[in-house]
């Protein structure tokens, strides 16, 4: 019987699986896009064929979530003497059955570089894509053909005739046809493209392949340079590089259109050593040290605050090596500094360039005015790290007792009395001697306790002329303790009556030390 059980049940898990199966495939969250992608006109591709990317964007319609849209990503290639291809994209479909998709391409070989699919023909303006809807399944005869490419070029021009960067310069080169949409760069066409005018060099050539412009617009060409907090921008003008947006001249791009050159605003140069102190030479791996032109602006804003930076190494078993900043020719100071970037021990790791020395504070450091000539000799020193000197050990003075330095400071003085009064004070309570601190200003000591100020006070004593009270500041060389006290007891005595009741006395700290001399 109970084999019949376990078979039964071994055979219905059997029938079951089958309907996972289907369970998933019915729940498959993908769909597909499809179609094909053409070179425009009688074009074919060359030789080596033409690369051409196909992505699917997905716009969710959540504006609040950042990354919940996907990207997905596929090449094809149109082959040598072929006009077109086909291409296939598995695409995840979207939780939200109000999401969109888009298609766009991305390409070389002299056509435009991007263009997004449109359902009547493809677009090189964002705002003019066709979405499309793939939630409810496949989606076939998404077609994209390539758009016409046309090639604006010049070079970039370094600002300074006087001088070549000693550095690599970074430069944006951007074509941009500005749409109506001031709030929205939708319906504008970018194309930017990264240039590099390499050290020694003072021109570096630059081309931009952009799709065709509309008729009554043009493209705005413009250089971007941007370096740790600093950015300038110069637009093309028939008449010279403008820093002013407006002023650009628009270039319409029915043809090549060559020789639109950008002239940069003046860098020059700035040069120096950085070394080790003294005799030191870098150990094992040497010593990579950061050094950095500050641009300290205006004191009224930190938004024109800028920075350069160069990494430069002290090779092993050498003492320094040279560094150059190449920075923009500005209105306002640098300040010169380095930073060990190397983990050390031995010295600071950052200090500042001073004419005289180099300064481990900022505020201590000497500005650089730049011009159009390069500026040489800004050396700096690393400095070395120095512990902090401890305070020299007290040296009790040897005419003094031991004994009679109460707080061990090496020392015999007042302070030794006031931690004495305390442990007598303490005594008096544990005999129950009990008082008011309020009270305790202006009470007459008793018997018992100028017996004990007076022994504590014997140490101080001198039997010799001009009695002294060692080590009280300002007074420590004629402040004769005996007389003092003799006087306080003749005005105690004198008035006196035995009891803690009677007419109350001078205290002993009302006596000045003026009138006591006297």
Not at 39 to 56: F, M, Q
Not at 161 to 186: C, H, W, Y
Not at 458 to 463: A, C, D, E, I, M
């Amino acid at each position: 019987m109970k084999i019949r059980k376990i078979l039964s049940l071994v055979l219905a898990v059997l029938l079951l699986l089958p309907l996972f199966s289907v369970q998933s495939i019915s729940a498959e969250t993908y769909s597909t896009i499809s179609g094909i992608v053409s070179l425009p006109g009688n074009d074919v591709a060359p030789s080596g064929g033409v690369k051409v990317k196909l992505t699917v964007v997905t716009d969710n319609k959540t504006p609040g979530k950042k990354h919940d849209d996907k990207l997905v990503s596929s090449e094809v290639t149109i082959a040598a003497g072929k006009k077109s291809a086909a291409y296939s994209l598995k695409v995840p479909r979207s939780q939200n059955a109000k999401a969109q998709y888009y298609v766009y391409y991305t390409a070389e070989n002299g056509y435009a570089p991007f263009g997004w699919y449109n359902k009547e023909k493809t677009t090189a303006v964002k705002a003019k894509r066709t979405p499309i809807e793939l939630n409810t399944g496949n989606v076939t005869g998404v077609n994209i053909e390539l758009l016409p490419g046309k090639t604006i070029s010049g070079d970039i021009i370094f600002g300074n005739r006087q001088v070549k960067p000693m550095n690599d310069l970074k430069f944006t080169v951007t074509a941009i046809q500005e749409g109506s949409n001031a709030n929205s760069s939708d319906d504008d066409i970018i194309v930017t493209k990264e240039v590099v005018l390499k050290a020694g060099n003072s021109s570096v050539p630059y081309k931009l392949v952009v799709p065709l412009n509309d008729p009554n617009n043009g493209y705005k060409v413009y250089y971007t340079f941007e370096s740790q907090g600093y950015k300038e921008t110069g637009y093309y003008y028939k008449n010279g590089t403008s820093r002013d947006a407006a002023r650009a001249t628009r270039i319409d791009v029915a043809n090549t259109v060559e020789d639109i050159d950008l002239t940069t605003l003046p860098f020059t140069n700035i040069t120096g050593k950085i070394s080790l102190p003294g005799k030191d030479k870098a150990k094992t791996n040497g010593l990579e040290i950061k050094i950095t032109a500050f641009n300290s602006g205006s004191d009224s804003s930190a938004s024109d605050d800028f920075s350069f930076s160069k990494a430069v190494t002290i090779s092993k078993d050498s003492s320094s090596a040279f560094y150059a900043l190449t920075v923009p020719v500005v209105s306002t100071d640098y300040i010169i500094s380095y930073e060990i970037v190397t983990k050390n021990t031995e010295y600071e790791n950052k200090g500042f360039y001073n004419k005289a020395k180099t300064e481990k504070d900022k505020k201590n450091a000497t500005p650089i005015r730049v011009g159009n000539t390069n500026i040489a000799g800004i050396d700096l020193e690393i400095l070395r790290k120095t512990d902090p000197k401890p305070a020299p050990p007290s040296k009790p003075n040897p005419e003094i007792p031991e004994k009679y330095d109460v707080n061990g400071d090496g020392y015999v003085n007042i302070l030794d009395l006031l931690d004495l009064a305390k442990v007598l004070a303490e005594k008096y309570e544990k005999e129950g001697f009990k008082i008011n601190p309020e009270e305790y200003r202006n009470r007459i000591p008793d018997k018992k306790e100028l017996d004990a100020i007076r022994k504590a006070l014997k140490p101080f004593f001198s039997k010799q002329p001009g009695p002294k009270l060692h080590n009280i500041p300002g007074k420590g060389s004629d402040f004769d303790s005996e007389s003092w006290f003799d006087k306080f007891l003749k005005e105690w005595k004198a008035k006196d009556s035995g009891s803690h009741n009677s007419k109350k006395l001078t205290a002993p700290h009302k006596i000045s030390l003026k009138k006591i001399k006297e």
